[in-house]
Nanobody, 123 residues
Framework: QVSLVESGGGLVQAGESLRLSCAASGSIGSINAMEWYQQAPGKQRELVGKITRGGSTNLADSLKGRFTISRDNAKNTWYLQINSLKPEDTAVYYC?????????????????WGQGTQVTVSS
């Protein structure tokens, strides 16, 4: 199992920056990729981007340039950096870990979600 705890959200003004954190515990070595999602009020949850075990990152085209995904292996923490925040970035942001745990009893493939962190951007 993998557990995720998010932090770093808040109320900011347009143009400011935030770094969201996603701290993992449990079977961290089983994580294949970490994804970030945003869910704006009244909208579906949408993929922001992901970082793979090997460190490769992909971001939604519309978010490239202002959003960056990274990780600190020593801290078992993944990050979503958002610069030049806009009111339309207001959303709950979630991290999600795709993992594969191999046990003697079998292989578990799953996804764990963080609890979400609220980002509110005022104009």
């Amino acid at each position: 199992q993998v557990s995720l705890v998010e932090s770093g959200g808040g109320l900011v003004q347009a143009g400011e920056s935030l770094r969201l954190s996603c701290a993992a515990s449990g079977s961290i070595g089983s994580i294949n990729a970490m994804e970030w999602y945003q869910q704006a009020p009244g909208k579906q949850r949408e993929l922001v981007g992901k970082i793979t075990r090997g460190g490769s990152t992909n971001l939604a085209d519309s978010l490239k340039g202002r959003f960056t995904i990274s990780r600190d292996n020593a801290k078992n923490t993944w990050y979503l950096q958002i610069n030049s925040l806009k009111p339309e970035d207001t959303a709950v942001y979630y991290c999600a870990a795709d993992y594969t745990i191999i046990r003697d009893s079998g292989t578990e493939v799953g996804r764990s979600w963080g609890q979400g962190t609220q980002v509110t951007v005022s104009s």
